[in-house]
């Protein structure tokens, strides 16, 4: 059965609420981060782009900490009108507070990273299928920013978020994801 992306969107979201202190959630990160930092994508890449993730969200602090101790540089989203998006250089001295979505982002001053030198993006979403259709938050930041890039992308997704079959109706503008880590 095809649904609206935003039918499936609102389940996902009430799911995923449902199961964000739970250990099954956990024990799929884990096995998640060991896949990530196995592939060639994170071993080449010194520019990471990256979430600070809400409590429903795969937990991205486990994978900023690693990168940092390898020395290489994390950058995270900053959202601007027009639903642009930057990357920011995540260091000790930025400011990062809650916009009114209640997503964690930098404020100025900050200094954002040129497209063309993020090696690899590790994007959100609330779910995915196995032919690399995704679903996010709904503001197409993503498919816009993902349009014209040439780095790696890859996904995590943890039971709740991965789909065997694409069970909603596909978008012109939605760009698939290349490599979706899955359990
Ligand atoms: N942790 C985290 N940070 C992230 C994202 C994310 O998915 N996770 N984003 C991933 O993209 C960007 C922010 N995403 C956003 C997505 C939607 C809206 C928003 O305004 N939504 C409206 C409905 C939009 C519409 O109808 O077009 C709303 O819910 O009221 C804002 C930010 C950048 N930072
Ligand atoms: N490249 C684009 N140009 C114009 N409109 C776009 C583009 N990409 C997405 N949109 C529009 O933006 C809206 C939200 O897109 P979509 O539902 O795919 O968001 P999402 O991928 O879930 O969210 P996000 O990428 O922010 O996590 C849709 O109406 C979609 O048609």
Not at 111 to 136: F, N
Not at 139 to 158: C, M
Request: contains cysteine; aromatic residues 10%; glycine residues 4%.
């Amino acid at each position: 059965m095809t649904q609206s992306k935003e039918d499936i969107r609102n389940k996902q979201l009430k799911q995923l609420k449902l199961a964000e202190n739970n250990w099954e959630k956990e024990q799929d990160e884990l096995i998640l981060y060991q896949k990530l930092f196995m592939t060639t994508e994170w071993k080449n890449a010194q520019n990471i782009g990256i979430t600070i993730s809400q409590a429903e969200e795969i937990d991205t602090k486990p994978i900023i900490l690693k990168a940092l101790l390898e020395k290489k540089e994390v950058y995270i989203p900053k959202t601007l009108p027009k639903r642009k998006m930057v990357f920011v250089h995540l260091k000790s001295e930025i400011n990062i507070k809650r916009n009114n979505m209640g997503i964690l982002e930098p404020v100025e001053p900050y200094e954002t990273i040129e497209k063309r030198m993020l090696e690899l993006l590790i994007i959100p979403g609330v779910a995915y299928s196995k032919s690399g259709d995704r679903i996010g938050y709904g503001g197409g930041f993503y498919d816009r920013y993902l349009f014209n890039f040439s780095g790696d992308v890859i996904a995590l997704a943890d039971r709740i978020r991965y789909f065997e079959k694409c069970a909603w109706k596909i978008e012109e503008t939605d760009i698939k994801i290349p490599k979706i880590l899955s359990i």
